[in-house]
């Protein structure tokens, strides 16, 4: 069905030898250069919402990596252009048309690709600033029965908070706002199995998550008993610094259709942002490369409501989270048709770009 391809023109991008290169594919992507206001349009490029599906794209063949910026080299912001890290931008492609790659070889190269490198031997990636996830808390007022209240809080925090996170997500992808406390009265048996769970009193104001709690509170497994016991919870959960994907069940293509040049002139305005992102991460892993493939979803007013990260898993989660925050605050126009989801991947690389792109 769907698959856009958008040539940008630009820099190569290439993984730096530090994890052992990729293999020279035989297709090489069309490349974005950072500095490029107005993208030249590729020949016979089919929107996103167009019924003929791109050439998969593999990724450009590497290159060495630059030397490390030197006292006298200054910051990398500092840099001469010509010898500045590259960005590129793969062709585009709607939600559930992901190109399949051809053949094992370059299946293998973009999952190399899409694990991404620190460097040889590898830098430690810093800790992550702030806090991303949402804060939950998961407390145990009252057990009433021989089970000890503090062993069944150690295990409920550990086996619980990624159901609180399930249910929380059903509603703040659309609430960001959302907070409160439940509290939830269990029936616990001998054997450890939670046989009944009630929501007795929640602050949240979204029901199908109150819901979902009690009912996801059942999976709670404790030690046996010489009789069965009654337990109170609390579960607390507050925004994170950063929004809240959407759960699977809600993700679809949707039916707008953005063109070509209208993907290129978003990008464009987004790449130096995105490079200040890269070249920050650079000063304290000379050697970062990898891909990020974004996946947007845009209103049927041109506004971007979601910006996640998909398929990839780059190796620096500060790159990757100052990345996203900017794509989030980008505009497109409006589609065609209605809203749509889409992904965009991006493939870094401390390699400056080749002289003859």
């Not at 464009?268 to 891909?291: D, N, Q, V």
Request: with cysteine; charged share 20%; net charge positive.
């Amino acid at each position: 069905m769907v698959a856009a391809a958008v040539a940008l023109t630009a820099c190569n991008a290439a993984a730096p030898r530090a994890s052992g290169p990729p293999a020279r594919p035989a297709v090489q992507a069309a490349p974005v250069r950072a500095a490029a206001p107005a993208p030249a349009p590729a020949p016979a490029v089919a929107s996103l919402g167009a019924r003929e599906p791109p050439a998969p794209v593999a990724p450009a063949a590497p290159a060495a990596p630059p030397p490390a910026a030197t006292a006298e080299g200054g910051a990398s912001s500092a840099r001469d252009a010509s010898l500045r890290p590259s960005i590129e931008i793969e062709p585009p492609y709607k939600l559930g048309q992901h190109p399949v790659p051809r053949g094992q070889a370059e299946a293998a190269e973009r999952d190399r690709w899409n694990a991404g490198g620190r460097g040889d031997p590898p830098a430690p990636p810093p800790a992550a600033e702030g806090h991303p996830l949402p804060r939950i808390i998961v407390d145990i007022v009252k057990v009433k029965g021989p089970l000890k209240a503090r062993e069944v809080e150690r295990i409920a925090r550990r086996q619980l908070w990624i159901h609180v996170y399930s249910c929380y997500r059903l509603r703040a992808y659309r609430d960001p706002s959302l907070h409160g406390e439940t509290t939830v009265r269990l029936t616990v048996s001998r054997a450890g199995k939670v046989t009944g769970a009630r929501a007795t009193a929640s602050t949240l104001s979204a029901p199908d998550v109150v819901s979902c709690l009690a009912q996801r509170a059942r999976s709670l497994s404790l030690p046996r008993a010489k009789a069965g016991s009654t337990v109170v919870a609390t579960l607390q959960v507050y925004p994170g610094d950063d929004p809240v994907e959407p759960p699977p069940s809600v993700l679809a293509p949707g039916p707008g259709d953005l063109g070509p040049e209208a993907i290129s002139a978003a990008a464009a305005e987004a790449l130096p942002a995105w490079r200040s992102c890269y070249e920050a991460a650079l000063a304290g892993a000379p050697e970062l490369w990898g891909r990020l493939a974004i996946r947007f979803h845009v209103t049927d007013s041109g506004a971007v409501d979601e910006a996640f990260e998909v398929e990839s898993r780059f190796p620096d989660e500060r790159l990757t989270r100052c990345v996203l925050r900017r794509a989030r605050a980008m505009t497109f126009q409006a589609p065609a048709g209605g809203d749509l989801r889409f992904v965009m991947p991006l493939r870094l690389s401390p390699d400056p770009p080749r002289p003859d792109r």
